[in-house]
């Protein structure tokens, strides 16, 4: 028979405090007396499961769903159910008494709506509830002396008035967090932040208080000894973070590292982490910990030199992302001197040329086949032999560009960096014979390029620009073993198709992409483009040679108009004496825009116009 009338639920009551109000309510008993006059024990209304949530429904005169908000219902394993949510055991701390001194206090007033009973808040036994949003005080916690304390009856758990008093009087004002008013939303249906609501509620707020503690606590802090202040100030933190998903928890992991790399210290990402690190790497027990896992692991990942293998998070690591100068020396076997300094100069690593940096990474792949470029170096002096030419047209090739040092050249440069990449040697000597037709008997009017040269009157580096851009329909070779001076041209054609070009102001993709120092894709995509007035950035022309084979030419005035109108992220870095991320976050910052993707170009590129003033 239910017992009428059914006594009114106070907002945020739990369930046994609600059932000692019904026990003074309906039969003037205390609680356990009551219990055992329905037939319940304390137990099986501390964690009541369905069969007793509708029992108690028909009993009080209330919905069963109603009842089951007020208290934690038990799913099986360590999974409980709260208000719609489906939590982990730990979310509730069954372990401890909470309450509000202030509140207590307040409803031990005779005409207060408890009638003088004291009534448990049920969110007070979460976990990451930490503050009265009433009274603007923390919650008093403290360990269960016993196990009938986690029935949580007020008037047993807490002391009398007067120390309640004297508790509130001395307690310090503490503003609710922003990660418990996220808790309390949620829990009442409001909708948060996507990454947040994405996961379970517990994991979540765990997420936000193990990342808030590493910035706001320290990154070694010892958990145990922490205040229930200092975890609502973790929470608070972690939160406004947390609250803008991966991207906020990047920021927050950047915070944190770059913190550690202006200290003195040096270390992995256990040492520059902590306990957030920790937390995620070392749990014996398996627990659940979501999503924040997978967004600290890629961090790591893309921040620190983990080699294949290694376990991070129980997950080894597939491949190696990233290197450190170090561990990239130990890979190669180089100095890490001249590693720093390639990986400088080359645009590969930001940093001083002169310092090594513990801390600074780079691409892993792109570092090893830099030191391997290197490795395979050889001086200019050895490139004569290895074309087959002479020594003049070996530094020339390298002097324009057509062959590119490893580092081009500055005032930094030295050493085994002044090479050149066997690779791009090879590379050049593929393009040049590639031009050429393969013929058993060469024509009677062509010769080799140095003889060229001299009965044409045009340098040879000009020659050979022209070969590599198809200027010429005669370009023949019959000896593949002779490599350089194996290509043979028409110096008459020589002479007139140069004159012709020169004349018209022509060059080919090859040179073009050098006179404005951009990849040939680049120039290929720039020429493709238009500016503001319609008009193409760069003038291409589409002719055919004496072969009737079609080539394109580049009007030299319109890419030098280019450079003049137009400049280099690298470019602009330089000049300012700082990295090529560096800068860009400056220019982000100044909102100046690149005028074309860097996909597209091979590099970042800047209108001249619209830079700001360093």
């Not at 050493?415 to 024509?443: I, N, P």
């Not at 109108?565 to 602009?572: A, Q, R």
């Amino acid at each position: 028979m239910t017992m009428l009338p059914t006594l009114p639920v106070i907002t945020g009551e739990s369930l046994t405090s609600y059932l000692n109000r019904a026990a003074k309510f309906h039969a003037n008993m205390d609680v356990s007396k009551f219990l055992a006059f329905i037939e319940l024990s304390q137990g099986a209304v501390m964690a009541p499961r369905e069969d007793t949530l509708r029992r108690l429904s028909f009993l009080l005169g209330l919905p069963s769903g109603d009842l089951g908000k007020m208290t934690f219902v038990p799913l099986g394993g360590r999974m409980r159910r709260f208000c719609g949510e489906v939590v982990h055991s730990e979310f509730a701390n069954l372990e401890k008494t909470s309450y509000c001194p202030a509140c207590l206090l307040e409803d031990g007033e005779q005409n207060s709506i408890s009638s003088g009973l004291r009534v448990g808040r049920i969110h007070w036994r979460i976990e990451h509830i930490r503050t009265c949003p009433v009274h603007g005080i923390g919650l008093v916690r403290r360990k269960n002396v016993h196990h009938t304390e986690k029935f949580q009856l007020m008037s047993a758990v807490a002391p009398d008035d007067a120390a309640l008093s004297s508790m509130v009087k001395n307690a310090p004002k503490q503003k609710v967090s922003d990660l418990q008013t996220y808790i309390m939303e949620r829990l009442a249906g409001e909708v948060g932040p996507e990454w947040l609501d994405d996961q379970p509620i517990d994991l979540a707020a765990r997420a936000c208080e193990m990342l808030g503690v590493i910035l706001s606590a320290g990154t070694h802090v010892n958990l145990t000894l922490m205040t229930d202040a200092q975890w609502n100030e973790a929470g608070h933190v972690g939160f406004g973070f947390a609250a803008r998903g991966e991207v906020g928890i990047t920021e927050a992991l950047q915070m944190a590292k770059d913190s550690f790399d202006q200290s003195v210290l040096r270390g992995g990402p256990q040492k520059v982490f902590g306990r957030l690190y920790q937390w995620l790497q070392f749990s014996k027990n398996k627990k659940a910990v979501g999503p924040i896992r997978n967004v600290v692991r890629e961090f790591i990942l893309n921040n620190f030199p983990l080699e294949a293998g290694s376990d991070l998070f129980g997950e080894a690591v597939e491949h190696q992302r990233v290197h450190s100068v170090w561990s990239l020396a130990k890979h190669t076997g180089g100095h890490p001197k001249t590693i720093n300094r390639a990986l400088v100069l080359a645009g590969l690593m930001e940093g001083d040329p002169d310092k090594v940096s513990a801390s600074k990474v780079f691409d892993a792949k792109a570092g090893e086949a830099f030191m391997e470029r290197i490795r395979t170096s050889i001086p200019v002096k050895h490139l004569p032999e290895h074309l087959n030419c002479n020594r003049v047209q070996a530094q020339q090739l390298v002097f324009t560009g057509v062959i590119p040092r490893l580092i081009p050249d500055t005032q930094n440069v030295n050493g085994v960096l002044k090479q050149v990449a066997l690779e791009d040697a090879d590379a050049f000597l593929a393009r040049l014979m590639g031009a050429a037709t393969r013929v058993k008997q060469a024509s009677a009017c062509v010769m080799d390029v140095v003889s060229a040269s001299e009965v044409a009157r045009w340098p040879v580096i000009d020659i050979v620009n022209g070969i590599l851009a198809g200027v010429f329909g005669t370009v023949e070779l019959v000896d593949p073993s002779l490599k350089f001076k194996g290509i043979l041209v028409d110096p008459k054609e020589v002479r007139e198709a140069l004159s012709r070009e020169k004349s018209q102001g022509r060059v080919g993709l090859d040179q073009g992409a050098r006179i404005i120092d951009m990849p040939n894709h680049g120039l290929s995509a720039l020429a493709k483009m238009r500016n503001a007035d319609g008009a193409p950035y760069v003038v291409e022309h589409f002719v055919e040679n004496s072969k009737g084979t079609t080539i394109r030419l580049f009007d030299v005035e319109t890419l030098e108009s280019f450079r003049l109108e137009h400049v280099s992220l690298k470019e602009i870095a330089e000049q300012q004496s700082c990295s090529s991320k560096v800068m860009k976050m400056k220019l982000d910052a100044h909102g100046v825009v690149p005028f074309a993707p860097k996909y597209e170009l091979g590099r970042v590129w800047y209108r001249r116009r619209d830079l700001p003033t360093f």
